[in-house]
């Protein structure tokens, strides 16, 4: 098992900055692709930004290149999600999650079905 805290979350204005944190607890951190995702009011869960085991590969939602950062200090147990030049469109509840299973050091995974292991979320509302 493997446990995910989220935090970081709040009320910003357009344009402004975040940095979500995600703390993981359980089992060997180092095992678990992770990534980000986000649930805004009336739609989908959907992918933001992933991170392999080694840190050298992520990947990005389209909508976030060039604006969000995904990041993980493995010696901490954390996962971090920069998110810069924030529009009223970011609004909504933001989630890590960790993919069980083997996975290879340099994967990334933007399928939301791989991922076994989620955390409560954190909530970013930003004000047009």
């Known amino acids: 098992q493997v446990q995910l805290v989220e935090s970081g979350g709040g009320l910003v204005q357009a344009g402004g900055s975040l940095r979500l944190s995600c703390a993981a607890s359980?089992?060997?951190?180092?095992?678990?692709?992770m990534a980000w995702f986000r649930q805004a009011p009336g739609k989908e869960r959907e992918f933001v930004a992933a991170?392999?085991?080694?840190?050298?590969?992520?990947d990005y939602a389209d909508s976030v290149k060039g604006r969000f950062t995904i990041s993980r200090d493995n010696a901490r147990n954390m996962i971090y999600l920069q998110v810069n030049a924030l529009k009223f469109e970011d609004t909504a509840v933001y989630y890590c999650?960790?993919?069980?299973?083997?996975?290879?050091?340099?994967?990334?995974?933007?399928?939301?079905?791989?991922?076994?292991?989620w955390g409560q979320g954190t909530q970013v509302t930003v004000s047009s």
């Open positions: 359980g089992r060997t951190f180092t095992w678990f692709p």
């Open positions: 999650a960790a993919a069980g299973g083997f996975k290879a050091l340099t994967q990334t995974i933007s399928d939301m079905t791989q991922y076994d292991y």
């Open positions: 991170i392999s085991r080694s840190s050298s590969s992520t």
